[in-house]
């Protein structure tokens, strides 16, 4: 959030082509660029931790790369997940995107995001286009991979499998990781960012 600082009360500065602008007193912050924001969703078991090296490597110094599991443990507090406030999570990110945007750069955040959970954010308008790649597998692929994992992780299988569905039923960019490598994986889904920012 940019508040305006030639203005005696707090004033919210609002997106201008030039950087903030205050609607009270007109002046412009020039350190508010905007970058798209790339979220790489999928469902538990999609494969995004498994991917998120290659990505890294595919993507860098064309856009910083999150994991968005990274704010569980600091947002969470000693409640753990069960203490994260989602809306303040999700809007947190979009900041951080915003920030990374002063450096140049769009943002790709690795996370369970849809549109109805980032469109009506404070962060949103701080951001340009906002793409969605679906990670996805099939859906016996996607029981199998967290029935497989530590028995510390949770096992809402039939929950991840329908969210993988609506997933793939509203989303049209989409990547699916029981095709090929990890490395693979991660290489379709650069492609798909390269595509929008070259676009
Ligand atoms: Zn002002």
């Known amino acids: 959030m940019h508040y305006c600082q030639e203005c005696p009360?707090?004033?919210v500065m609002t997106p201008d082509r030039h950087g903030a602008a205050c609607p009270t007193c007109g002046h412009i912050?020039?350190?508010?660029?905007?970058?798209?924001?790339?979220?790489?969703?999928?469902?538990?078991?999609s494969g995004k931790s498994t991917i998120l090296p290659h990505l890294l490597a595919e993507l860098a110094g064309v856009a910083v790369v999150f994991d968005c599991d990274w704010l569980i443990d600091p947002l969470g507090g000693e409640k753990g997940i069960a203490g994260v406030d989602w809306a303040a999570f999700r809007d947190a990110w979009l900041h951080v995107a915003h920030g990374v945007a002063q450096n140049g750069l769009p943002t790709v955040?690795?996370?369970?995001?849809?549109?109805?959970?980032?469109?009506?954010l404070p962060g949103r308008r701080w951001v340009t286009d906002v793409h969605y790649v679906v990670?996805?597998?099939?859906?016996?692929?996607?029981?199998?991979?967290?029935?497989?994992?530590?028995?510390?992780?949770?096992?809402?299988?039939?929950?991840?499998?329908?969210?993988?569905?609506?997933?793939?039923?509203?989303?049209?960019?989409?990547?699916?990781?029981?095709c090929g490598s990890p490395a693979e994986s991660a290489h379709q889904v650069a492609i798909i960012i390269r595509r929008h920012l070259d676009g």
């Open 9 to 11: 009360e707090p004033s």
């Open 29 to 45: 912050d020039p350190v508010a660029a905007r970058q798209p924001v790339f979220v790489v969703a999928g469902a538990s078991g």
């Open 109 to 120: 955040l690795l996370g369970p995001f849809i549109p109805a959970h980032l469109d009506e």
């Open 135 to 178: 990670l996805d597998c099939p859906d016996d692929e996607r029981r199998h991979r967290i029935e497989a994992r530590p028995p510390w992780r949770s096992r809402d299988i039939e929950d991840q499998v329908l969210f993988g569905q609506r997933l793939r039923d509203n989303l049209p960019d989409s990547v699916d990781t029981s």
